[in-house]
């Protein structure tokens, strides 16, 4: 068939620019929110790209699979495998999803600009397969539908699939769908690749029963058989997969420091902000020094954005845009826990009370002007006993100054002098 | 009449109504995110205003089923018969969602009625212009098209009555009128040759 006769019958062509408005206006609103690495990057614009084409391109197929049917290619005596000829009915449908999520890279890539790092392959190609896997899902349902029922039923179909389990409980089963918005990923973590096995599996198990229903239809044994067990082999494994998983597809990040040595000290801060090392190691190695003296500890050998997994390794973070006193913030309330504790719901007192006034005094020991850290923490009720405790002898601070760490460790022990 | 009714799957179009009506009172304000053009941001978007579509598809179908070559020379009105069809399935899904809103069942069952009259009317306007195969694709992409475009709080445009609450009389008149004018067209329809 000729070219310009082929692309004009491919309905991918004209639904083309509905995929890219469509995931312009989701991506536009999340480019704001992408975090300095390229993982965050490829999770935003995959994601975008799988709820932006996976109904469109869905609801594309089932009108190329009605076409099909109605041009009866798979009756009478087979000239090619039906493998050819899905194979060129699709190639419009993967050449306009492959283009758009392009567009979505376009898009993403002056956000990431000059940040080290390149879209992660795997992410990239588990979106497509969960492109490729509703297409062929929508080609197999034209076989049996008309195109006035089959188009809207998997546009709207595989919009709640994509959509609606970011609104349901168990939490495991938004990580099914291929759409990780929102879920993944900071600086300091990485997709959890059990999600994106998940995800595959959920995909390749559609697509090959929506190729085994639309090659051979449903009344051999076999492609009942599969119909079943296919999806539910792949939903077992899948679901073991992500079944401890929370809300959010990522973990924490093990590799990827750069180091350098300040003073004695090891300073390591993530690759994707290797350009502010030398910067933030002036900064964080002094006031370490400071911090320790006040808080009765030897100074650190290793301040770092990893995990700190000793006494002598402390954390800190050099977030984008951080100036001076971020930093040394940042390093100050390193101490704090990041979150209270599971049983903290169940205490009678409220244990998180020692956040702000513990906070704000590792960060005046760490060297930073009172007015700055009030302007961070914002109005505090309670900056009288910050200003009692710090006219105490240095004994006493650091014994407040333990109390009241392991009372936001701890769900036992109350936090004193914080009011 | 028992050949024109296995024709146009009158079974299967009442199953259907009755299964849209089910799911709309289980779907309750259930919502899924979408993407707003105008608030920059996904904004919830209750299942049971979107459920409608696929029932307005069955009808449709169901409605424009058949030899169209046939039923314009034939004795009986086979184009009344389509339109009974498709008025009847609305009226009752209609009485269904006047029960659910004002029975206290699910607030938005009566919008839910009215969006599968607007989007059947839509379908029968997109089955005159562009054939039966291509009839949902204007009452789709109209309904996607209010989904990017709303605001999400206040009062609704008239244009955005799919996206409207049950009380809203402006919506449910758009909708109406919408209706009315695919069941006229649809009864002043004739086949045109080569088309689907």
């Keep these: 068939m000729p070219l310009h006769r082929w692309l004009r019958s491919a309905a991918a062509l004209y639904a083309l620019p509905v995929m890219g408005v469509y995931l312009y206006l989701l991506l536009s609103g999340e480019l704001q929110n992408i975090a300095d690495n390229w993982r965050d990057a490829t999770v935003v614009a995959t994601s975008s790209g799988v709820m932006a084409l996976g109904p469109t391109c869905a609801a594309v197929g089932a009108w190329e699979g009605a076409r099909l ?12 495998r039906p493998a050819a000829v899905l194979l060129w009915s ?4 993967g050449a306009a999803a492959v283009a758009v999520l392009a567009f979505a890279f376009a898009l993403v890539t002056p956000e990431v ?41 998997l546009l709207i179909g595989t919009w709640l699939w994509l959509a609606y389990p970011q ?41 090959v029963v929506a190729y085994l229903v639309w090659s051979r239809g449903f009344r051999p044994i076999a492609v009942k058989a599969a119909v079943v067990a296919v999806p539910a082999a792949a939903l ?6 992500v079944d401890g998983l929370g809300a959010d597809s990522d973990r924490p990040r093990t590799g990827g420091l750069e180091c350098v040595r300040e003073q004695g000290v090891e300073v390591c801060v993530w690759r994707e902000r290797r350009a502010r090392l030398g910067y933030a190691a002036r900064l964080v190695v002094p006031a370490s020094r400071r911090l320790a003296v006040a808080i009765g500890m ?3 050998r290793r301040i770092t954005e990893g995990a700190a997994r000793d006494r002598e390794s402390w954390h800190f973070t050099v977030a984008p845009q951080a100036g001076d006193d971020d930093v040394v913030f940042a390093l100050a309330t390193g101490f704090l826990p990041p979150a209270s504790p599971p049983c903290a719901k169940d205490r009678e007192f409220d244990g998180d009370a020692a956040y702000v006034p513990v906070g ?24 009288d006993a910050v200003t009692r405790v710090l006219a105490r002898p240095r004994a006493d601070q650091i014994r407040w100054f333990r109390r009241n760490l392991a009372a936001l460790r701890s769900c036992d ?4 002098d914080v009011e | 009449m028992d050949l024109w009714t296995r024709v146009h799957q009158v079974a299967r179009t009442a199953l259907t109504m009755g299964c849209t009506v089910v799911l709309v009172a289980l779907a309750g304000e259930s919502a899924v995110p979408a993407p707003s053009l105008v608030r920059g941001a996904l904004i919830g978007t209750p299942i049971a205003l979107a459920l409608p579509l696929a029932a307005a598809a069955v009808l449709i179908r169901a409605a424009t089923a058949g030899p169209a070559v046939l039923e314009d020379v034939a004795v009986r009105p086979a184009r009344l018969y389509g339109a009974v069809l498709v008025a009847a399935a609305c009226g009752g899904v209609l009485a269904a969602g006047v029960v659910l809103t004002w029975g206290g069942l699910q607030p938005l069952g009566f919008a839910a009625a009215r969006n599968l009259l607007g989007l059947t009317g839509l379908a029968l306007i997109g089955n005159r212009a562009h054939g039966r195969a291509a009839a949902t694709v204007l009452p789709t992409a109209y309904l996607f098209l209010t989904l990017m475009v709303r605001h999400g709080a206040g009062p609704m445009p008239p244009w955005l009555w799919p996206l409207a609450d049950s009380s809203d009389v402006a919506a449910a008149v758009t909708a109406a009128v919408a209706f009315a004018c695919g069941l006229v067209l649809h009864l002043r329809a004739r086949h045109r040759p080569g088309g689907d």
């Design chain 1, 236 to 241: 077992v494994v899948a679901v073991s997969l």
């Design chain 1, 360 to 383: 704000t005094w590792l960060a005046i020991k760490a060297g930073l002007p009172r007015a700055v850290v009030a302007a961070k923490t914002g109005p505090m009720e309670n900056g």
């Design chain 1, 298 to 300: 030897p100074a650190p």
């Design chain 1, 90 to 93: 699709a190639l419009p449908i």
């Design chain 1, 69 to 80: 049917r109605r041009g009866g290619v798979l009756d009478g005596t087979p000239v090619r």
């Design chain 1, 167 to 207: 609104a349901l409980e168990p939490l495991w089963i938004r990580h099914l769908t291929g759409e990780n918005l929102g879920t993944c990923c900071s600086t300091d973590t990485v997709l959890d690749r059990r999600v994106l096995w998940a995800q595959a599996l959920v995909a390749a198990a559609v697509a």
């Design chain 1, 413 to 416: 022990i109350r936090p004193v």
């Design chain 1, 113 to 153: 600009g000059g940040i080290p790092g390149a879209p992660d392959p795997p992410v990239v190609a588990v979106g497509l397969l969960v492109i490729g896997a509703w297409s062929l899902a929508g080609v197999a349902a034209g076989r049996f539908l008309h195109p006035a029922i089959g188009v809207p039923l």
